[in-house]
């Protein structure tokens, strides 16, 4: 029994220096066993903790990073989602602009208005990053879709523009010498009798030998003597109307050429039939004549 006992315990002595007497400790295996169990399960549970600890700080980090690329990205977002806006913003300016010339050079009604839905503002939160993203691509995609539809109108005002300009342009609305008008459109006394004649255009005096002007651009289509009106000049604006200069005493262009607005085509005289030096002014449209004063009064930029 002895044996067996000793078998299950140990014994711990402890001998004092510089003193008598031993003193020893009877101690149970078990007991023994279960101090070391209790060591080991204390170094793995201190193990686990720290490797815890080290796992939470690391996911801490992490956190912080996601949270700093959601910030980042919101910020993205928004920026887009502006830069979107002022597209649509700029795309509605060039309707409003095409609208105001088109209404200003009397041209009408251009294509259909481009309708937009504002964009959102304010601060986006993670969970609302993807309905911002969609809208903002939705944005991106109306103005790409757009795009095209501007060129094409912004080519067609353009067009409709140098049209308009031209036809301006041409319009016998310049006074082709400066001086009082010696004898009106229409039914007048002839000045070389007492009947009364149908006078085709505007006789306007004028010191002889001063510059006659185009009232138009155009071509000239006769320079040469007419009679009754001298040394004429026709020129031809196009849109069906003509325009006749008569009584010259030379003429400064050749038939064929092209003139401007403004140009010095003849000098005053008194050539053909004709009492004193003076310019007669004619203007036919789709060859029907016209009254002069109708055109010389209706004014355009190119107009001094």
Known sequence: ?????????????????????????????????????????GIIALGVAIGAAFYL????????????????????????????????????????????????????RGGGEYASEASRGGRLWPREQAETIEQVRSILTDVARDAPRQEDKLKTLAREMEEHLAYLAALPTHWPVKGPISSFFGNRNSPFGKQEEFHEGLDIAA?????????GNGTVTFAGWMPVYGRAVIIDHGYGITSMYGHNSELLVKTGERVIRGQAIARVGSSGRSTGPHVHFQIERNGQLQDPLLYLNAKTPDDS
Do not use: C, F, H
Request: proline share 2%.
């Open 57 to 108: 700080q690391k996911r801490v980090a992490e956190l912080k990073v996601i949270d700093q690329i959601n910030a980042s990205q919101a910020r993205q977002i928004i920026q887009l989602e502006q830069q979107a806006r002022v597209l649509q913003d700029k795309i509605e300016a060039v309707d409003q602009l095409e609208a105001q010339v088109r209404s200003l050079m009397g041209l009408g």
């Open 207 to 215: 010191d002889y030998g001063a510059e006659v002007q185009a009232a």
């Open 1 to 41: 029994m002895k044996g067996k006992r000793r078998d299950r315990s140990l014994t711990l002595m402890l001998v004092p220096e510089g003193r008598q007497g031993v003193y020893r400790w009877l101690l149970p295996v078990w007991l023994l066993r279960g101090v070391l169990v209790l060591a080991i399960a």
